[in-house]
C-alpha cells in the first residue's frame, strides 16, 4: 500500500470529485443500480488516476478575513455569479409591488449595490450599507444618487423606523449568529415595513460550498470567504427576537444555473445533477415589522 507523508498532501481536484460522486450515489442508491455502478466506475477512474490531470490539479483553498476577501473580490464580483442569477427574480417578485417614488429604500449589506440599483430604477430614494469600502465605492459608482454609509451592519447609522422597505442579500452567512443583524434591521424599519432576506441555504455545506472568488488559476489557490450556513431555528429565534413576523419563507431548489456552473460538472455532468437534485439552494424571507 502506498505511504503519503501527511505534511506533502494538498487539496487536490480528486478530493472534491470523489466526494460528489459519492454522494450522488447516497443520494440515490436504492433508486437505479445503473446509475450507481455507472458512478462507481467513475470513482475507480479518480481513485487509480488520482496523480494525473485534472484529478491531481492542486486547489489548496485559502480563506480570507471578511474584509480582505471582499477586498480582493470588490472588482470581479459583478461578473457571472449562479446563486445571484437565481436569488434576483424571486426578490424582485417579492419587491416590486412594494417599490416607487417616496419609498425609503435600504439595501443593508449592499456589496457593490446590485439591490440598490434595482430600487433606485423604480424610482424609490436609496440608502446603502456595508462595511467593505471597496464594495462600496462600486456601489456608489453604480447608483451616484444613493446615501451609502460604511458601517457594520449591526450599527446603522439610519434613524428608528424610518425605512419602508429592506433587503439583505446573501450577507448573513458571514455572521456565526444573524441575530444582532437582524434586530438592527428591524431597528430602522418603520412599523408595517418590509424586510426581505436572502442566504445560501444549509444545503449547501452539503455540496461542499463556501463564498469561493476568483475561480481556479494553477499555481494559485483557491480563494474563499467563510459562510456560516443558518438553520431555520436560528432564523426563528432571530426573527422573534427582532419583534418580527415571517409572512413568507421560500427555499429554491439549486437551479440548473448554479448545478452546471461547478468544477465538477465538466467532468461528472450526472454525478453533479443527482448530487443536488431536488435539494434548497436558497433561504428566501419575507418579514414585516407589525403596526
Not at 92 to 107: N, Q, T
Not at 264 to 275: I, N
Request: net charge negative; charged share 20%; hydrophobic share 45%.
Amino acid at each position: 500500500m502506498e505511504q503519503v507523508d501527511d505534511n506533502d498532501i494538498s487539496i487536490r481536484a480528486a478530493h472534491y470529485f470523489a466526494g460528489i460522486l459519492g454522494l450522488s450515489i447516497v443520494r440515490r442508491w436504492y433508486h437505479d443500480g445503473a446509475f450507481n455502478e455507472a458512478r462507481l466506475a467513475e470513482l475507480e477512474a479518480v481513485l487509480a488516476n488520482r496523480h494525473e490531470f485534472p484529478h491531481s490539479l492542486e486547489l489548496q483553498p485559502l480563506e480570507h478575513d471578511l474584509l480582505d476577501g471582499y477586498a480582493r473580490w470588490a472588482e470581479t464580483y459583478d461578473g457571472h455569479n449562479p446563486l445571484i442569477a437565481a436569488e434576483e427574480p424571486i426578490v424582485h417578485e417579492l419587491l416590486a409591488p412594494l417599490l416607487g417614488p417616496g419609498v425609503r429604500a435600504l439595501d443593508a449589506a449592499c456589496g457593490t449595490g446590485r439591490h440598490a440599483a434595482y430600487f433606485a430604477a423604480q424610482g424609490c430614494e436609496v440608502i446603502g450599507a456595508d462595511q467593505s469600502a471597496e464594495m462600496l465605492a462600486v456601489a456608489r459608482e453604480k447608483v451616484p444618487a444613493g446615501r451609502f454609509h460604511h458601517t457594520d451592519l449591526r450599527s446603522l447609522p439610519i434613524e428608528a423606523g424610518s425605512i419602508d422597505v429592506a433587503i439583505c442579500a446573501l450577507a448573513l452567512c458571514h455572521f456565526d449568529d444573524p441575530a444582532d443583524a437582524v434586530a438592527e434591521i428591524a431597528r430602522v424599519l418603520r412599523p408595517g415595513g418590509t424586510l426581505v432576506i436572502t442566504d445560501p441555504h444549509p444545503s449547501a455545506a452539503m455540496l461542499g460550498g463556501q463564498a469561493f472568488f476568483g475561480g481556479i488559476v494553477p499555481g494559485e489557490p483557491m480563494r474563499w470567504v467563510r459562510n456560516h450556513y443558518h438553520g431555520a431555528a436560528t432564523w426563528l429565534r432571530a426573527f422573534r427576537g427582532a419583534g418580527l413576523e415571517v409572512v413568507d419563507c421560500r427555499e429554491p431548489q439549486f437551479a440548473d444555473v448554479q448545478a452546471t456552473s461547478t468544477p465538477a460538472y465538466m467532468f461528472f455532468p450526472e454525478a453533479s445533477l443527482a448530487a443536488s437534485d431536488g435539494l434548497p439552494g436558497l433561504w428566501v424571507w419575507e418579514l414585516r415589522r407589525p403596526e
